[in-house]
């Protein structure tokens, strides 16, 4: 008997008397249409399990989603990475300063809006609350070494020494250092203290914004949606941050500087003479 090829088979039994029959083209055309399904279907899943570049509001940057556990020194090398994730269902926006504390661009607290044309500006945001009734600041606050208002209304503070932010509770010596060396300072509620979530008392929603550190970095985080301070404070823990407090949230102004050198806006300026912004120049 004589062997067969191998794009030929042999029909056993047939009344040909076992002629030879070659696969026909429409078999193979079968066969490379299977093959080019599986393709497309492989790549399919490789492009669902890539992060997913998120933007940060209608015109700004872009930057990759990073795991939790990955070092914010690895975000970008750009002067403010800004970035998306989902923590717990809760979606947070990263403004992150590419530096490791103390040696980062200088901070400062004001009052009154920043300059816009300012192009030293890389990051401001609204810092101390401002009461509704008689529009004075709540809890201590210090501004180049003179303090405006008074009180500890809120257990959480930033004082900024030398222009190096420093977060914690309590505060009562680094309040004391801001007045005698000229330095600033303001109060805020607790949210993160030593990697434990700490959500402070007000209940109901809002969009919310906390300063935080983490592995010697310190950045901004805003929520995307609204949520409890409960559900905000819980998800900076599960982050990965050492210490957080609070910032002014709902709609207040943000700005941050994008590659290329364009200022971008989030929120609105809210009017009053103690209005206040933590800023970061270069």
């Known amino acids: 008997m004589k062997e067969i090829d191998d794009n030929e088979i042999r029909i056993?039994?047939?009344?040909?008397?076992?002629?030879r029959r070659r696969w026909p083209w429409y078999g193979w055309l079968a066969v490379g249409l299977v093959l080019a399904a599986l393709v497309v279907v492989a790549v399919a899943v490789?492009?669902?399990?890539?992060?997913r570049e998120a933007a940060v509001g209608a015109d700004a940057t872009q930057s990759p989603s990073h795991p939790v556990t990955q070092s914010l020194s690895h975000l970008s090398t750009q002067p403010l990475a800004v970035f998306d994730t989902m923590i717990n269902d809760v979606p947070l926006t990263i403004y992150s300063l590419d530096c490791e504390l103390p040696a980062c661009p200088r901070a400062s607290l004001q009052v009154g809006m920043p300059d816009r044309e300012d192009t030293s500006l890389l990051l401001a945001v609204?810092?101390?609350?401002?009461?509704?009734?008689n529009r004075g600041i709540v809890g201590d606050f210090v501004v180049d070494g003179r303090q405006l208002a008074r009180g500890e209304k809120k257990e959480g503070y930033c004082a900024i020494l030398d222009g190096v932010p420093v977060v914690g509770r309590g505060g009562e010596a680094d309040l004391k250092r801001a007045v005698d060396g000229k330095g600033s300072f303001f109060r805020q509620y607790v949210l993160v203290s030593e990697g434990v979530a700490m959500p402070p008392?007000?209940?109901?929603k809002n969009h919310r914004r906390a300063l935080c550190v983490m592995e010697h970095r310190m950045f901004v985080v805003a929520s995307g949606d609204r949520e409890s301070y409960h559900d905000f404070a819980t998800a900076l823990a599960d982050l990965g941050v050492d210490d957080a407090i609070a910032l002014v949230g709902s709609e207040s102004l943000l700005m941050y500087r994008a590659e290329g050198g364009l200022l971008h806006t989030i929120g609105t300026s809210f009017e009053g003479d103690n209005v206040n912004y933590l800023v970061w120049r270069r």
Request: a positive charge.
């Open 12 to 19: 056993i039994g047939s009344t040909d008397g076992g002629r």
């Open 46 to 51: 490789l492009l669902l399990q890539t992060p």
């Open 126 to 133: 609204m810092a101390a609350d401002v009461r509704a009734d």
């Open 201 to 204: 008392k007000p209940k109901g």
